[in-house]
């Protein structure tokens, strides 16, 4: 489907310009092939990405570098071959210059592939497994990496008292990456850690936790994909660990913006590290919250929207520094490197490998009026990807 | 004497009934053109392809044998995984991989046959949907092999026959998968219209009488389940081929109750209802998901409801009334 506002608007000014007779020829158009899961159990990341994509077109104008920005939104359900196989049909049928979204790791690395191939941009604005960027030349990611946020977890956890932890993440790529990141760099600073795996599809938390209390850690280190936290949070009041004196912890995932309020008190005061809360502190943020929440009325912005956001912005200034080149090379050298001041703080996309820079803030979940919000205490600024800068 | 008289019958019968109509001609000739016809859907086409293989093999046991099965996407993700995995650490070579794909299948077929053949058909849908669960789960947790849900990466297809490489297009899959399909609709048309086909349909409309007449119920019906597990099996190989990707979802509910809806809208036990309702089934959710990304599966919901209410004689009407029109060939000989 293409943004209808963003047609009119293209074909309002489109004939605007036709009447004036100040433009011989018609704009040109690039096309971004916007592939998310807007059904199934992770629609809330689509919904989320798509309505920030959205928002920056509207702010921004769709035209850059002299062409006119189009976005084709496609529906994958979460699954990785439709997502495959819509990639390549907008690549072949409706010739995209740049593929954008990916709400899930198994479904950015099916794509790989294809922006290998035709040679074409692939703007990452959700999964955050560290080895995205390397399954293509062509990949740049908007998001976060689950290491870069994890790591920051285990010192905070350390140099707080903390000696034993519980992981319990979820069995797929980020999952994996969180645990074994945050386990190796607690182990080093001399903690014990024990971890338990939980599926992706139909998740039911209850035994995993029973193991957590009787192992009575000092902390549970808990990682689970975007919109699936809420149900996490009422198995976790439900075996009484809250009562028990356990620490949640973690990256932010499990206290996702979007659906925090609905989890009740048992959030709070469960301390997380990641790289956005919609309560982060600048005026940036706050002009970015506030035009959300306005054109999307009951829905708070979550970190995948910042990604859907900065994601859609790169593609901008990309284009915009080429002067509308949209060749898929052209497009990748404009983006390395680029820098600015996102909602979520300063960001920058490494031009060593194309994966994203940006400030780690380690936030406790507190009551502000009658909401939940995750706050930021403390700072680690300009966090590389540890995995890749180990390499 | 009357004996004789009867196997005459028979035989003419059958004979009569492997004997091409017109419409078939037509319907293939279609398929053929259609690679002329669509140059920028090779990719919708090839999925078509592959789901019309699928519900082939699920006809061949619901529409032939009578057996229902809500579990038929086990077969699916043992071919494609098999072929996925063989192409990954063995050889990369197509054919290799399907003759790889359908041979695991058949034997997991058969290996699971005397489970799914005694009792009801309210226990074989629960045995059937049991099976493909259980396979969902192995390959979750042999992610060292399968890379569990991170799905089955780096697969890199040989071209076929050492020529034809597998292009960006969907061009060589496309032929590829029709040309796999259109074989197997041969060998299995010739099938249902033999003998043994018609002791299967003589085990699905009576199974007592059919074991009264001396028909080996049984060992028939395991054959016809591993030879759709077979099928099954090839469709799998067939799409991790294609896409050169495997992930869980083949082994997903969702595809097995697709499947049912394929050969609901098509109509079972006549052969080419899998391949129509594939059609059907795969344009509808192509067009209505172009238009309404979000809501698509409203629309679906809604138009299945409908059809199974009314529509559904109003299709299948119009379908036997186009092929009556063609003059059957040969009928006064």
């Avoid at chain 1, 520094?321 to 497009?331: I, R």
């Avoid at chain 1, 194309?354 to 680690?380: H, M, W």
């Avoid at chain 2, 061949?60 to 996925?84: D, E, K, P, R, T």
Wanted: hydrophobic residues 50%; contains cysteine.
């Amino acid at each position: 489907m293409t943004f209808r506002r963003t047609v009119l608007k293209g074909f309002m000014a489109g004939a605007l310009a036709v009447t004036l007779g100040c433009a011989a020829q018609a704009q040109e158009v690039v096309k971004v092939g916007l592939i998310l899961p807007m059904t199934g159990p992770f629609a809330s990341t689509g919904r989320q990405i798509e309505a920030a994509v959205k928002l920056f077109l509207a702010q921004s104008g769709a035209t850059h570098g002299g062409k006119r920005l189009e976005v084709i939104l496609k529906d994958d359900t979460g699954n990785a071959d439709a997502t495959r196989r819509i990639a390549q049909e907008l690549v072949v049928n409706d010739k995209v210059a740049v593929l954008a979204g990916f709400g899930l790791t198994p479904l950015a690395m099916a794509t790989a592939p294809i922006a290998t191939q035709a040679k074409i941009p692939q703007i990452v604005m959700a999964a955050a497994t560290a080895s995205i960027t390397e399954a293509s030349p062509f990949i740049v990611r908007t998001s976060f990496t689950l290491p870069q946020a994890s790591e920051p977890m285990a010192d905070w956890a350390w140099s707080n008292g903390i000696k034993r932890v519980f992981t319990v993440v979820t069995d797929y790529g980020p999952g994996i990456d969180a645990e074994t990141s945050f386990a190796n760099k607690f182990k080093a600073a001399g903690g014990t850690v024990e971890s338990v795996r939980v599926p992706l599809r139909n998740p039911d938390f209850a035994p995993f936790l029973q193991r957590v209390s009787e192992a009575k850690p000092d902390a549970l280190f808990v990682f689970v994909p975007s919109g699936i936290g809420a149900q996490f949070m009422k198995q976790f009041v439900e075996r009484g660990l809250d009562k028990a004196g356990v620490k949640l912890i973690g990256p932010g995932d499990v206290v996702d913006d979007d659906i925090l309020n609905g989890m009740g008190d048992v959030a709070i005061g469960a301390i997380t590290t990641h790289h956005y809360s919609a309560k982060h502190d600048s005026a940036a943020n706050q002009a970015f919250v506030k035009a959300f929440e306005a054109a999307n009325p009951g829905v708070r912005p979550n970190f995948m929207a910042v990604g859907g956001y900065d994601g859609m912005r790169l593609i901008a200034e990309a284009l915009k520094a080429t002067n509308g080149d949209a060749s898929g090379e052209k497009l990748i050298a404009a983006m390395k490197g680029a820098s600015w001041e996102s909602p979520r703080g300063p960001i920058t996309i490494d031009p060593a490998t194309r994966d994203i820079i940006q400030n780690i803030y380690v936030r406790r979940t507190e009551k502000v009026g009658s909401d939940l919000f995750n706050i930021e205490f403390a700072t680690i600024p300009q966090v590389k990807d540890p995995v890749k800068a180990r390499k | 004497m009357s004996g004789t008289v009867l196997e005459q019958h028979v035989r003419q019968s059958l004979r009569r009934a492997r004997r091409w109509h017109p419409a078939e001609l037509a319907f293939w000739l279609l398929a053929a053109a259609s690679f002329a016809l669509f140059p920028t859907r090779f990719l919708i086409l090839n999925e078509i392809a592959i789901l019309a293989l699928f519900a082939l093999s699920l006809d061949l046991i619901l529409g032939y044998a009578g057996i229902v099965s809500l579990g038929h996407a086990a077969f699916l993700g043992m071919g494609a995984y098999s072929a996925g995995l063989l192409a990954k650490y063995v050889t990369a070579d197509p054919l290799a991989g399907l003759a790889f794909g359908m041979a695991t299948s058949a034997l997991l077929g058969l290996l699971t046959s005397p489970l799914v053949l005694r009792g009801t058909d309210l226990t074989r849908l629960m045995i059937t949907l049991g099976v493909a669960l259980i396979l969902y789960e192995v390959a979750n947790s042999l992610a060292w092999l399968t890379g569990g849900a991170d799905g089955l990466q780096g697969i890199t297809m040989a071209p076929i026959f050492g020529t034809f490489d597998f292009d960006i297009f969907g061009r060589t899959a496309y032929l590829y998968s029709l040309l796999v399909l259109f074989i197997l609709f041969l060998i299995a048309r010739r099938i249902v219209n033999s003998p043994f086909g018609l002791s299967l349909r003589g085990i699905r409309d009576n199974q007592l009488r059919a074991a009264a007449s001396g028909v080996p119920v049984p060992w028939r019906l395991a054959a016809i389940y591993a030879l759709s597990a077979a099928y099954a099996g090839a469709a799998g190989a067939l799409l991790a081929q294609t896409t050169q990707f495997v992930s869980l979802d083949v082994f997903d509910f969702h595809r097995s109750a697709d499947l049912m809806l394929v050969l609901i809208i098509g109509g079972a036990g006549y052969l080419y209802g899998g391949l129509i309702g594939a059609i059907a089934f795969k344009f509808l959710q192509d067009a209505i998901a172009t238009f309404t990304p979000q809501y698509w599966m409203f629309w679906i919901g809604l138009f299945l409801v409908l059809f199974v209410l009314g529509g559904r004689e109003l299709i299948h009407g119009a379908i036997k009334a186009l092929v009556a029109r063609f003059p059957e060939r040969g009928a006064s000989s």
